[in-house]
């Protein structure tokens, strides 16, 4: 098993509603594959350090995800062409910080935010 966080910051200026449909989309992705996401964490508007396409703020929301070795080249291409989301970044998590965090291993179950 291997353990990813995925950071996705949509446009600011969209309902709430449509960031949950992004959200979905990736939870889908990623169990129609055999993974799971076992956190979903909104950090909610944010103002951007800089402007990024003329935008000032976004939706942040960081997901957990853990699959079998699953190819995510597929998520992560829908997420670069998906209007809506301004920026993506998924990177692995080290095994040590995984288990930490209670994703991989016999350290106790994550939660969801």
Not at 47 to 65: D, P, R, T
Not at 73 to 82: F, K, M, P, T
């Amino acid at each position: 098993m291997r353990a990813y966080e995925l950071m996705i910051i949509v446009e600011g200026e969209l309902e709430e509603s449509a960031v949950e449909t992004i959200v979905e989309l990736v939870t889908e992705t990623v169990t129609d594959g055999g993974g799971t996401v076992p956190t979903v964490d909104r950090w909610g508007k944010r103002k951007f350090a800089y402007e990024i396409n003329h935008k000032n703020e976004g939706y942040y929301v960081v997901l957990e995800l853990v699959t079998d070795g699953q190819d995510l080249s597929g998520l992560e291409r829908q997420l670069r062409l998906a209007d809506d989301v301004v920026r993506h970044k998924m990177m692995r998590l080290p095994d040590g910080e995984a288990t930490r965090r209670g994703l991989l291993g016999d350290a106790p179950a994550a939660t969801t935010a």
